[in-house]
T-cell receptor
Framework: AQSVTQLGSHVSVSEGALVLLRCNYS??????LFWYVQYPNQGLQLLLKYTSAATLVKGINGFEAEFKKSETSFHLTKPSAHMSDAAEYFC????????????FGTGTRLTIIP | ETGVTQSPTHLIKTRGQQVTLRCSSQ?????VSWYQQALGQGPQFIFQ???????GRGNFPPRFSGLQFPNYSSELNVNALELDDSALYLC??????????????FGPGTRLTVL
């Protein structure tokens, strides 16, 4: 079985500051890892995914994440926060790439301070 | 715009009733998954359908059932509604016959409230 833990249900950063959202995973087999963003009253949008091709994954909107097997982590970062980044962010894990049945974390709400 | 639509947007039911939620996927998307997202929680996998057959199920009771149709639409049915079924229900679809870089696309969800 696999699981995901997101540390910090709420994160606040100033506009222009570094964004760091933490995700640790547990999986008995090599995992596939994902970050999704959810804006109010909307579905989930994929930011990026790790599929074992490269440990540093670049996504949309300037986000990136690094897979660290030794730390079982897949933290999401963005060098400079924008007001439009305010949303809920979910980390998810799957053990089947061609057949994604995702296990999600509980989410981190990101607030941007003007 | 993901090309995945869901209806209705909002729905209010009472305990014990039955409900049907609908999802319309992009043409060619032969796999559809349903997720339940309770307030303040991450989505939980309910089940997946591939070419109109159930292809995996999460930890949900049999009163949660589904159908997938040849026209790339699908349904989630919930019988004997309970208060804890109140949640946002998301469907996600993908084309598993294409490139391995394809991913699943989520619809905007249906907000179900059970009173």
């Amino acid at each position: 079985a696999q699981s995901v833990t997101q540390l910090g249900s709420h994160v606040s950063v100033s506009e222009g500051a570094l964004v760091l959202l933490r995700c640790n995973y547990s999986s008995s087999v090599p995992p596939y890892l994902f970050w999704y963003v959810q804006y109010p009253n909307q579905g989930l949008q994929l930011l990026l995914k790790y599929t074992s091709a490269a440990t540093l994954v670049k996504g949309i909107n300037g986000f990136e994440a690094e897979f660290k097997k030794s730390e079982t982590s897949f933290h999401l970062t963005k060098p400079s926060a924008h007001m439009s980044d305010a949303a809920e962010y979910f980390c998810a894990v799957s053990v089947n790439f061609g057949n994604e049945k995702l296990t999600f974390g509980t989410g981190t709400r990101l607030t941007i301070i003007p | 715009e993901t090309g995945v639509t869901q209806s209705p947007t909002h729905l209010i039911k009472t305990r014990g009733q039955q409900v049907t939620l609908r999802c319309s996927s992009q043409s060619g998307h032969n796999t559809v998954s349903w997720y339940q997202q309770a307030l303040g929680q991450g989505p939980q996998f309910i089940f997946q359908y591939y070419r109109e057959e159930e292809n995996g199920r999460g930890n949900f009771p049999p009163r949660f059932s589904g159908l997938q149709f040849p026209n790339y639409s699908s349904e989630l049915n919930v019988n004997a509604l309970e208060l804890d079924d109140s949640a946002l229900y998301l469907c996600a679809s993908r084309d598993t016959s294409g490139s391995s870089t394809d991913t699943q696309y989520f619809g905007p969800g249906t907000r179900l409230t059970v009173l």
